[in-house]
């Protein structure tokens, strides 16, 4: 590995946003990559093609102090995004403690990467942090964060650990509270790769609750080139910022969308409401975003759409 490259550390890097952003990170070649990722819910389909030299995957617990102190002192990183967490609502419902052990991962990547040549770290958040909104749009320093289900408690508690090694020692950081981001790589864990999928096979839609929650979806490629663009022109040093598109729309409709889009013969049918993290509404405050990208972000139906011609969703629902 040629030691002037930019090294990068991207921790659940086969995931569905870190593997985006991963690709576009390797389009530059000045920088190398370096992916880990448990594999708990990535998936190595995901990683860049061979053909790109600039990058490596390890496999690796970043919750375990020993797994991620190899990495990260096998390589002297001057970049690291945070990306690993246990996701997807009926998971981390399930699994409580396992969303809580995250902090654990939290902890390992700040401790080894202050004092050392990291000079700026990347996390991702998530808009479960505000919680059931008092305001919309929410916007990143008026809302507040007043969720209490795990998987949001562990994003509110790791903001707060980032902003604190930036007072202790020094270490920069920018947090990326992700709305709903979706696309090809997207696993059927999720709301929009599960009714595309469930639309496909006419199969059931199912809905929990009546569809009337509200939910607003970025494009990856809208999520992925706002991440780059902050990393790339040193943006909101020491800063959070909403990652989402604003465009409102009830579950309900989302799945009338799909079976729409692909002709198909499923119906909807409605489950109870889950008992809690179904937030009834959810819109960002997105004007940083909007002012960092410069363009008109991708709308739902053109997302899905180039889901539906995309390769890779495709083979993956097969």
């Given at each position: ?59 690796a ?17 001057d ?18 403690i ?14 080894f ?8 770290v990347?996390?991702?958040?998530s ?13 990143e320093?008026?809302?507040?964060l ?7 408690v ?37 709301v ?68 729409s ?20 509404r ?37």
């Amino acid at each position: 590995m040629d030691s002037k490259k930019t090294k990068i550390l991207v921790t659940g890097g086969a995931g569905n946003v870190g593997s985006a952003l991963i690709e576009k990170l390797i389009s530059d070649t000045n920088n190398y990559v370096v992916i880990v990722d448990d594999l708990s819910t990535g998936y190595l389909s995901k990683l860049p093609s061979p053909e790109h030299h600039n990058w490596k995957f390890i496999k690796a617990d970043v919750n375990n102090s020993n797994d991620i102190s190899s990495v990260m002192l096998s390589y002297n990183f001057d970049y690291v995004f945070h990306f690993a967490a246990v996701v997807g609502v009926t998971r981390t419902q399930e699994n409580p403690i396992a969303v809580l052990n995250d902090i654990e991962g939290i902890k390992n990547i700040l401790n080894f990467s202050k004092n050392s040549t990291v000079k700026h770290v990347y996390f991702s958040s998530s808009s479960e942090v505000y919680g059931e909104p008092v305001e919309l749009p929410q916007n990143e320093h008026r809302t507040p964060l007043n969720s209490r289900v795990p998987y949001a408690v562990v994003k509110n508690v790791g903001e707060c650990f980032f902003r604190s090694y930036w007072q202790s020692f020094r270490l920069p950081y920018t947090i990326f509270r992700f709305f709903n981001t979706y696309g090809p790589n997207q696993s059927t864990d999720f709301v929009v790769a599960r009714f595309l999928a469930a639309a496909l096979h006419n199969r059931d839609i199912t809905i929990y609750g009546d569809g009337s929650q509200t939910r607003t979806f970025t494009y990856v490629d809208d999520t992925v080139n706002v991440c780059y663009k902050i990393f790339k022109n040193n943006l909101l040093v020491n800063d959070v910022i909403n990652i989402g598109n604003d465009e409102l729309m009830t579950i309900k409709n989302l799945a009338e969308l799909a079976i729409s889009l692909t002709k198909s013969t499923s119906k909807i049918v409605y489950l109870p409401p889950l008992k809690e993290g179904d937030m009834t509404r959810r819109q960002p405050d997105n004007h940083k975003m909007r002012e960092i990208l410069n363009k008109k972000l991708v709308s739902i139906e053109e997302g899905m759409s180039r889901m539906l011609k995309d390769e890779r969703f495709l083979k993956s629902i097969k």
